[in-house]
Protein backbone atom coordinates (compact mmCIF):
# COMPACT_ATOMS: atom_id res chain seq x y z
CA UNK A 1 0.00 0.00 0.00
CA UNK A 2 1.24 3.54 -0.81
CA UNK A 3 2.51 5.76 1.65
CA UNK A 4 3.49 9.03 2.88
CA UNK A 5 4.64 9.54 6.57
CA UNK A 6 6.01 13.15 7.54
CA UNK A 7 7.71 13.56 10.91
CA UNK A 8 7.70 15.28 13.45
CA UNK A 9 3.76 15.80 14.11
CA UNK A 10 3.89 19.17 15.35
CA UNK A 11 6.93 21.35 16.21
CA UNK A 12 7.13 24.74 18.06
CA UNK A 13 10.26 27.06 17.78
CA UNK A 14 11.45 30.59 18.28
CA UNK A 15 11.51 33.05 15.74
CA UNK A 16 15.06 32.74 14.16
CA UNK A 17 15.73 29.34 14.36
CA UNK A 18 16.37 27.17 11.80
CA UNK A 19 13.60 23.85 11.39
CA UNK A 20 13.55 20.38 9.32
CA UNK A 21 11.01 18.70 8.30
CA UNK A 22 10.45 15.25 6.92
CA UNK A 23 8.77 13.42 4.24
CA UNK A 24 9.43 9.47 3.81
CA UNK A 25 7.60 7.72 1.62
CA UNK A 26 6.49 3.87 -0.28
CA UNK A 27 4.69 4.59 -3.62
CA UNK A 28 4.70 2.11 -6.77
CA UNK A 29 6.10 3.97 -9.50
CA UNK A 30 6.97 7.87 -7.93
CA UNK A 31 6.49 10.19 -10.03
CA UNK A 32 6.95 13.47 -7.98
CA UNK A 33 7.13 15.12 -4.34
CA UNK A 34 5.00 18.17 -3.68
CA UNK A 35 5.11 20.49 -0.33
CA UNK A 36 2.73 22.56 0.40
CA UNK A 37 1.72 25.08 3.50
CA UNK A 38 -1.49 25.61 4.72
CA UNK A 39 -2.28 28.35 7.42
CA UNK A 40 -6.13 28.70 7.99
CA UNK A 41 -7.53 27.32 4.61
CA UNK A 42 -6.66 25.84 1.11
CA UNK A 43 -2.76 24.53 0.38
CA UNK A 44 -0.93 26.91 -1.26
CA UNK A 45 2.30 25.44 -3.19
CA UNK A 46 5.80 25.83 -2.56
CA UNK A 47 7.40 22.98 -4.15
CA UNK A 48 7.73 20.53 -6.80
CA UNK A 49 10.66 17.89 -6.60
CA UNK A 50 11.10 14.88 -9.26
CA UNK A 51 15.06 14.25 -8.92
CA UNK A 52 17.37 13.59 -6.20
CA UNK A 53 20.19 15.91 -5.20
CA UNK A 54 18.26 19.02 -6.51
CA UNK A 55 17.95 21.44 -3.98
CA UNK A 56 14.87 23.55 -4.47
CA UNK A 57 15.01 26.93 -2.50
CA UNK A 58 12.54 29.88 -2.47
CA UNK A 59 13.96 32.76 -0.04
CA UNK A 60 14.02 30.86 3.83
CA UNK A 61 12.53 27.63 2.23
CA UNK A 62 14.55 25.18 0.28
CA UNK A 63 13.87 21.43 0.03
CA UNK A 64 15.77 17.99 -1.37
CA UNK A 65 14.37 14.62 -2.58
CA UNK A 66 16.85 11.83 -1.85
CA UNK A 67 15.06 9.16 -4.42
CA UNK A 68 17.45 6.12 -2.76
CA UNK A 69 16.57 6.87 0.25
CA UNK A 70 12.92 7.56 -0.15
CA UNK A 71 12.56 11.40 1.89
CA UNK A 72 12.65 14.62 1.13
CA UNK A 73 13.33 17.30 3.80
CA UNK A 74 11.83 20.80 3.98
CA UNK A 75 14.09 23.30 5.68
CA UNK A 76 13.44 26.76 7.06
CA UNK A 77 16.08 28.87 8.37
CA UNK A 78 15.43 32.14 10.53
CA UNK A 79 11.70 31.33 10.83
CA UNK A 80 9.34 33.93 11.69
CA UNK A 81 5.67 33.98 13.02
CA UNK A 82 4.36 34.14 9.88
CA UNK A 83 6.00 30.76 9.16
CA UNK A 84 3.32 29.07 11.39
CA UNK A 85 1.43 26.64 9.23
CA UNK A 86 0.76 23.17 8.87
CA UNK A 87 3.56 21.95 5.95
CA UNK A 88 1.88 18.99 3.85
CA UNK A 89 3.85 16.51 1.84
CA UNK A 90 1.80 14.72 -0.86
CA UNK A 91 3.85 12.25 -3.65
CA UNK A 92 2.48 10.93 -6.92
CA UNK A 93 2.34 7.66 -8.43
CA UNK A 94 2.42 6.75 -12.26
CA UNK A 95 0.41 3.93 -11.65
CA UNK A 96 -1.91 5.57 -14.21
CA UNK A 97 -3.83 7.38 -12.22
CA UNK A 98 -2.15 10.90 -11.48
CA UNK A 99 -3.42 11.27 -8.10
CA UNK A 100 -1.47 11.78 -4.89
CA UNK A 101 -1.20 10.03 -1.60
CA UNK A 102 -1.27 13.07 1.31
CA UNK A 103 0.52 12.76 4.45
CA UNK A 104 -0.54 13.99 7.96
CA UNK A 105 1.49 17.08 7.73
CA UNK A 106 3.74 18.74 10.50
CA UNK A 107 2.32 21.72 12.53
CA UNK A 108 5.01 24.44 12.85
CA UNK A 109 4.22 27.14 15.56
CA UNK A 110 7.25 30.16 15.52
CA UNK A 111 7.00 32.00 18.57
CA UNK A 112 8.17 35.33 18.64
CA UNK B 1 -9.49 34.25 -13.46
CA UNK B 2 -11.55 33.11 -9.99
CA UNK B 3 -9.10 30.09 -10.03
CA UNK B 4 -10.64 27.05 -8.27
CA UNK B 5 -14.24 28.45 -6.34
CA UNK B 6 -16.08 25.77 -4.16
CA UNK B 7 -20.16 26.22 -2.85
CA UNK B 8 -21.25 26.44 -0.08
CA UNK B 9 -18.54 27.24 2.32
CA UNK B 10 -20.51 26.78 5.16
CA UNK B 11 -23.00 24.06 5.74
CA UNK B 12 -24.61 21.99 8.56
CA UNK B 13 -27.03 19.00 7.82
CA UNK B 14 -28.52 16.40 9.59
CA UNK B 15 -28.15 12.59 9.40
CA UNK B 16 -30.39 11.39 6.73
CA UNK B 17 -30.28 14.78 4.59
CA UNK B 18 -28.83 15.10 0.78
CA UNK B 19 -26.57 17.64 -0.48
CA UNK B 20 -24.09 18.45 -3.44
CA UNK B 21 -21.26 20.42 -2.95
CA UNK B 22 -19.84 22.25 -5.91
CA UNK B 23 -16.59 22.96 -7.47
CA UNK B 24 -16.03 25.46 -10.50
CA UNK B 25 -12.36 26.10 -12.22
CA UNK B 26 -11.86 28.70 -14.96
CA UNK B 27 -8.30 27.53 -15.82
CA UNK B 28 -9.34 24.71 -18.37
CA UNK B 29 -7.90 22.34 -16.18
CA UNK B 30 -8.07 18.88 -16.97
CA UNK B 31 -7.80 16.89 -14.02
CA UNK B 32 -10.25 17.42 -10.99
CA UNK B 33 -10.00 16.16 -7.47
CA UNK B 34 -11.80 16.16 -3.90
CA UNK B 35 -10.26 15.90 -0.95
CA UNK B 36 -11.73 15.46 2.86
CA UNK B 37 -9.42 16.96 5.72
CA UNK B 38 -10.05 15.91 9.35
CA UNK B 39 -7.90 16.15 12.17
CA UNK B 40 -4.51 14.55 12.46
CA UNK B 41 -5.44 12.84 8.28
CA UNK B 42 -4.01 15.08 6.39
CA UNK B 43 -6.09 15.21 3.16
CA UNK B 44 -7.70 12.06 2.14
CA UNK B 45 -8.56 11.47 -1.92
CA UNK B 46 -12.23 10.96 -2.28
CA UNK B 47 -12.80 10.89 -5.80
CA UNK B 48 -11.35 12.48 -8.76
CA UNK B 49 -11.62 13.09 -12.46
CA UNK B 50 -9.37 13.15 -15.69
CA UNK B 51 -11.72 14.78 -18.05
CA UNK B 52 -15.05 15.47 -18.94
CA UNK B 53 -17.28 12.71 -18.70
CA UNK B 54 -15.04 10.67 -16.54
CA UNK B 55 -14.33 9.88 -12.86
CA UNK B 56 -12.79 7.41 -10.81
CA UNK B 57 -12.36 6.47 -7.09
CA UNK B 58 -10.02 7.79 -4.61
CA UNK B 59 -9.35 6.30 -1.17
CA UNK B 60 -12.40 7.40 0.39
CA UNK B 61 -14.88 7.08 -1.76
CA UNK B 62 -17.56 5.49 0.15
CA UNK B 63 -21.13 7.54 0.83
CA UNK B 64 -19.92 9.62 -1.71
CA UNK B 65 -20.42 9.91 -6.00
CA UNK B 66 -19.43 12.56 -8.12
CA UNK B 67 -19.86 14.26 -11.59
CA UNK B 68 -18.14 16.07 -14.14
CA UNK B 69 -20.66 16.69 -16.77
CA UNK B 70 -18.95 19.82 -17.95
CA UNK B 71 -15.10 20.13 -17.99
CA UNK B 72 -14.86 23.39 -15.75
CA UNK B 73 -17.49 21.44 -12.74
CA UNK B 74 -16.56 18.96 -10.43
CA UNK B 75 -19.53 18.00 -7.87
CA UNK B 76 -19.56 16.24 -4.87
CA UNK B 77 -22.34 14.79 -3.64
CA UNK B 78 -23.85 13.17 -0.49
CA UNK B 79 -26.77 11.32 -0.73
CA UNK B 80 -27.35 10.02 2.64
CA UNK B 81 -24.78 12.16 5.53
CA UNK B 82 -23.95 10.27 8.46
CA UNK B 83 -22.21 12.88 11.51
CA UNK B 84 -18.95 10.36 9.88
CA UNK B 85 -19.36 12.92 6.96
CA UNK B 86 -18.25 15.84 9.00
CA UNK B 87 -15.22 17.11 7.49
CA UNK B 88 -13.55 20.15 5.35
CA UNK B 89 -13.94 19.28 1.72
CA UNK B 90 -11.50 20.81 -0.34
CA UNK B 91 -11.30 20.50 -3.89
CA UNK B 92 -8.32 20.89 -6.28
CA UNK B 93 -7.66 21.09 -9.93
CA UNK B 94 -4.59 20.34 -11.82
CA UNK B 95 -3.76 20.94 -15.73
CA UNK B 96 -2.62 17.66 -16.72
CA UNK B 97 -0.04 14.83 -16.66
CA UNK B 98 2.72 17.41 -17.89
CA UNK B 99 1.95 19.49 -14.84
CA UNK B 100 2.11 18.76 -11.01
CA UNK B 101 0.43 21.28 -8.95
CA UNK B 102 -2.68 21.27 -7.72
CA UNK B 103 -4.66 24.26 -7.28
CA UNK B 104 -6.56 24.10 -4.23
CA UNK B 105 -10.29 25.80 -3.25
CA UNK B 106 -11.01 27.79 0.20
CA UNK B 107 -12.84 24.74 0.75
CA UNK B 108 -16.39 23.97 2.61
CA UNK B 109 -16.55 23.17 6.08
CA UNK B 110 -19.39 20.43 6.29
CA UNK B 111 -21.15 19.46 10.10
CA UNK B 112 -23.66 16.61 10.09
CA UNK B 113 -25.53 16.51 13.05
Known amino acids: EDKVVQSPLSLVVHEGDTVTLNCSYEVTNFRSLLWYKQEKKAPTFLFML????IEKKSGRLSSILDKKELFSILNITATQTGDSAVYLC????????????FGTGTRLKVLA | NAGVTQTPKFRVLKTGQSMTLLCAQDMNHEYMYWYRQDPGMGLRLIHY???????AKGEVPDGYNVSRLKKQNFLLGLESAAPSQTSVYFC????????????FGPGTRLTVT
Open chain 2, 49 to 55: SVGEGTT
Open chain 1, 90 to 101: AVEATSGTYKYI
Open chain 1, 50 to 53: TSSG
Open chain 2, 92 to 103: ASRRGTVSYEQY
